[in-house]
């Protein structure tokens, strides 16, 4: 996969409600000003601006730290790689994503649930303890976000069913339903539903590195 060069898109996880922001940015527009990914609820921002030596400069808000961390990126690395990482220093939690706009989308639900474990383990029970009512648990990209990840493990023979792992040609369906996602078999009819209700619901599958039907 090669990305427009002087295109990415660039993501960040609101330490104040926990919601996901992300955005297009082009070289065009970062060449001209600093660019500002803004939170909906008005207490976080990331912002990027380019320098004369082609370096992007980024001021990225932490989950954990009370100040934001600073990270130079070479514009090269910024604009072309396919999924690239930021993390905060001393907690090794990922802070932004900058990429292909899919993987990024895909990331960003995955730090949800790194954050959602990471509360767990500190007593909180759910987002919705930091979170408005609207933003709480339940991700409207978690349907497209699963369907991602079902087609790139079918791309990858990740899938795994009842028939001969041998046999060639094993071909699978998924049906998108009220409840979530079913995958099939189209031989030997081994299923699976795949929740997409919410994030927490996704949770096994998203950080699966197979699919097994049954």
């Known amino acids: 996969m ?20 992300m955005s297009a940015v082009n070289i065009f527009s970062l060449s001209a000003d600093m660019i500002k990914l803004k939170c909906s609820c008005g207490e976080s921002e990331l912002t990027a601006t380019l320098s004369k030596d082609g370096k992007v400069r980024l001021s990225i808000p932490c989950l954990i730290c009370a100040n934001p961390h600073s990270f ?14 930021l993390a905060c220093p001393y907690s090794d939690l990922k802070l932004a994503f900058i990429g292909e ?3 990024v989308k895909a990331e960003l639900a995955r730090s949800e649930l790194e954050l959602l474990e990471l509360l767990e383990k500190s007593g909180v029970r759910s987002l919705s303890d930091i979170q408005s009512e609207e933003a709480a648990l ?18 990858e023979g990740k899938i795994h069913c009842k028939c001969d792992p041998a046999e060639n040609g ?4 998924a049906e998108i339903r009220n409840d979530g996602v ?3 078999c189209r031989k030997c009819g081994a299923s699976r539903l795949i929740p997409t ?7 096994s599958f998203l ?8």
């Open 2 to 21: 090669v990305l427009d060069a002087k295109q990415t898109t660039l993501a960040y996880r609101c330490p104040h409600c926990g919601a996901g922001v």
């Open 72 to 85: 130079t990126l070479n514009s090269t690395v910024f604009f072309a790689k396919d999924l690239f990482t």
């Open 101 to 103: 706009t899919n993987l």
């Open 138 to 155: 339940s991700d409207p990209q978690v349907l497209e976000i699963v369907m991602f990840v079902i087609n790139d493990m079918d791309a």
């Open 170 to 173: 094993r071909q699978y369906d």
């Open 182 to 184: 079913l995958v099939s």
């Open 197 to 203: 209700d919410s994030s927490i619901s996704a949770h």
């Open 207 to 214: 950080n699966a590195d197979a699919l097994y039907l049954e």
